[in-house]
C-alpha cells in the first residue's frame, strides 16, 4: 500500500522575518491558512503534521504568538512537529548554536501542547548537503547564499537532533548522480528515496512541494506499491494561486479518495511513518539476534550429539 505524509511549515512571522523573499508578507496569512487547511483536511478525515516555529508557541499575541491556533491543531489529531525556534537558517549554525535552536523549540511547543515533540522540519529544507549519500550543496559550503559558510550537513544536523531528543526528522537532498542523470536525460525510473536511519533518527526524504499536477502524477506513478510519498506546503500559501494553495490540497484528497476507499493508498501522519520504520529496525535487529543464537547453538548441539554417540 502507498503511504502518503503531508506536512506544513508553520513558519509565523519570526519566519518571514528570517525568510529570502517574505520578509513583507502580510503577518497573519499563516495563521489564516491554517484555519482553511484545517477545515479541509477535516472534511476529508486525513492527519497532517505541522511544523511550527517555537517562538509562535510562546505566551503573546497573534500573529506572532499563536498559542491556541497550535492547540487547536494538536486536539483535532494532528502532529505538531519543530520548525526550529526562529527559522534561521541550519548551514553556517555551529553544533552548540543549533543544539538550542532545536532545544528551545522543541521545549517551547511541548509546554504548549503539553505532549511530547518528536519530529523536526527544517526550514528552508536545508542543508541540503550530505556527502553520505553522494549529495554536496557547493553553495551551502562556501556561504553562498550569503548567510556564512555551511557547518553543517544532513548528517551532523541528525546527530544533534538525537541529541536533542527527536525521534525523526525531514530532510531533502538529490544525489551529484541523479541530478546529473537527469540533466542528461539518461536518469532511470527508480523508486522515490524511501525513510532510513541514520545516526538513531528516522530521516523522511522530501518528495514534492504542493499538491499539484506533479504531486498528482507522482501518486499516480506509484499507487499500489509499498512506499512512503511525501508532500509539503505552507499554511501562509493557501490563499495563493500556486499549488500549496487549498484548493489544491481539497483536489488532490478528493481525487484519490476512491483510492483510500480501496485501501490502494493511505495518508500518515510523518510521526505514524517514523513509528513504522523504528518497528521494522526493531524487528530486523530481534531476527537477527534469533539467527544469531541459532547459529551460535550450532556448535553446542553439535557437541552433545557427539558425546552422545561415543557413549
Not at 530532510?171 to 551529484?176: D, E, I, P, R
Not at 548522480?177 to 526524504?205: C, E, M, N, Y
Not at 499536477?213 to 512512503?228: E, M, Q, S
Amino acid at each position: 500500500m502507498l503511504r502518503i505524509a503531508i506536512s506544513f511549515d508553520y513558519d509565523s512571522p519570526a519566519g518571514y522575518r528570517q525568510s529570502f523573499h517574505m520578509r513583507d508578507f502580510p503577518g497573519n496569512a499563516d495563521y489564516e491558512g491554517t484555519q482553511l487547511l484545517l477545515n479541509v483536511l477535516r472534511r476529508h478525515g486525513v492527519k497532517a503534521s505541522f511544523g511550527i516555529v517555537g517562538q509562535a508557541a510562546l505566551p503573546g499575541e497573534p500573529p506572532d504568538q499563536c498559542q491556541d491556533q497550535i492547540r487547536e491543531i494538536h486536539r483535532a489529531g494532528h502532529e505538531i512537529a519543530s520548525h526550529s525556534m526562529t527559522h534561521r537558517f541550519i548551514p553556517p549554525m555551529r553544533d552548540e548554536e543549533l543544539f538550542e535552536e532545536v532545544s528551545s523549540s522543541k521545549g517551547a511547543l511541548e509546554a504548549c501542547i503539553g505532549a511530547p515533540i518528536q519530529g523536526f522540519i527544517p526550514p528552508f529544507n536545508r542543508p541540503s548537503h550530505f556527502p553520505a549519500a553522494g549529495a554536496f550543496s557547493i553553495s551551502e559550503v562556501l556561504g553562498l547564499d550569503g548567510r556564512g559558510r555551511g557547518r553543517q550537513s544532513i548528517g551532523t544536523m541528525l546527530k544533534t537532533l538525537k541529541k536533542a531528543g527527536f525521534g525523526w526528522s525531514r530532510v531533502s537532498f538529490q544525489s551529484k548522480w541523479t541530478q546529473l542523470s537527469r540533466r542528461f536525460g539518461t536518469a532511470k525510473d527508480h523508486p522515490p528515496v524511501q525513510p532510513f536511519v541514520h545516526s538513531g533518527i528516522v530521516a523522511i526524504p522530501l518528495h514534492e512541494t504542493g499538491f499539484g499536477f506533479a504531486a498528482r502524477n507522482l501518486i499516480r506513478k506509484w499507487i499500489g506499491a509499498n512506499h512512503v510519498l511525501t508532500l509539503y506546503g505552507h499554511p501562509n500559501q493557501a490563499l495563493s494561486a500556486n499549488r500549496q494553495n487549498v484548493k489544491e490540497l481539497d483536489g488532490l484528497l478528493s481525487e484519490f479518495s476512491s483510492d483510500r476507499k480501496g485501501r490502494a493508498l493511505e495518508f500518515k501522519t510523518m510521526g505514524e511513518i517514523a513509528g513504522m520504520i523504528h518497528a521494522h529496525e526493531a524487528d530486523s535487529r530481534t531476527k537477527e539476534s534469533d539467527l544469531q543464537k541459532a547459529q551460535d547453538s550450532v556448535p553446542r548441539i553439535v557437541s552433545v550429539v557427539r558425546s552422545f554417540t561415543k557413549t
